[in-house]
T-cell receptor, first 113, second 114 residues
Framework: KAGVTQTPRYLIKTRGQQVTLSCSPI?????VSWYQQTPGQGLQFLFE???????NKGNFPGRFSGRQFSNSRSEMNVSTLELGDSALYLC????????????FGSGTRLTVV | GDSVTQMEGPVTLSEEAFLTINCTYT??????LFWYVQYPGEGLQLLLK?????DKGSNKGFEATYRKETTSFHLEKGSVQVSDSAVYFC?????????????FGGGTRLMVKP
């Protein structure tokens, strides 16, 4: 059974640009959530999608957005990149209810220069 | 809101020593509790979980018991190995949220010396 796949693994962007990250969940999992990991702030929740609908949203500016497709794959987009957006972005998938556990991908390391 | 507090690291132990990483939480209702482990350059791996009070999660020699009375979920292992060196995260998922959302502690780095 394939795990959660995140692409690309590494990305370098310039301030002001935008970026799109992709996440393919485990087959059969309908929930995909995104997290930002930085040394200063730790792991912070960005948003969660279930059956193409955003169910939960964290406390991030509107520059951070996402979407989910009918095959449950998800993308997140960050516009007008700032240096502080440099982080490891992790996505996690689950079947539905969170109590069953979340499976994380290896993450996308974004560096903004 | 929900929050998770972990002991700060790094925790440095010799091989075969006993490990305890403390975790306490604040949440409304009855959250599910998790321990995740992160190895260098990788994502998070679920180590163990507990979904109700007095449940004990266990995996690979690690154990944690859901203590509602003390709002704690401390991670323990009787004999650590060098391969256990990693960062450990305590997390909760609250049933009061509309969907799936994990609230994480700050992480505890464990270093095991041969």
């Amino acid at each position: 059974k394939a795990g959660v796949t995140q692409t690309p693994r590494y990305l370098i962007k310039t301030r002001g640009q935008q970026v799109t990250l992709s996440c393919s969940p485990i087959s059969g999992h309908r929930s995909v959530s995104w997290y930002q990991q930085t040394p200063g702030q730790g792991l912070q929740f960005l948003f969660e999608y279930f059956s193409e609908t955003q169910r939960n949203k964290g406390n991030f500016p509107g520059r951070f957005s996402g979407r989910q497709f009918s095959n449950s794959r998800s993308e997140m987009n960050v516009s007008t990149l700032e240096l502080g957006d440099s982080a490891l972005y992790l996505c996690a998938s689950s079947q539905g209810v969170g109590e069953s556990g979340y499976t994380f991908g290896s993450g996308t390391r974004l560096t903004v220069v | 809101g929900d929050s998770v507090t972990q002991m700060e690291g790094p925790v440095t132990l010799s091989e075969e020593a006993f490990l305890t990483i403390n975790c306490t939480y604040t949440a409304t209702g009855y959250p599910s509790l998790f321990w995740y482990v992160q190895y260098p350059g990788e994502g998070l791996q679920l180590l163990l979980k507990a979904t109700k009070a007095d449940d004990k999660g266990s995996n690979k020699g690690f154990e944690a018991t859901y203590r509602k009375e003390t709002t704690s979920f401390h991670l323990e292992k009787g004999s650590v190995q060098v391969s256990d060196s990693a960062v450990y995260f305590c997390a909760l998922s609250s049933p009061n949220n509309a969907g799936n959302m994990l609230t994480f502690g700050g992480g505890t780095r464990l270093m095991v010396k041969p």
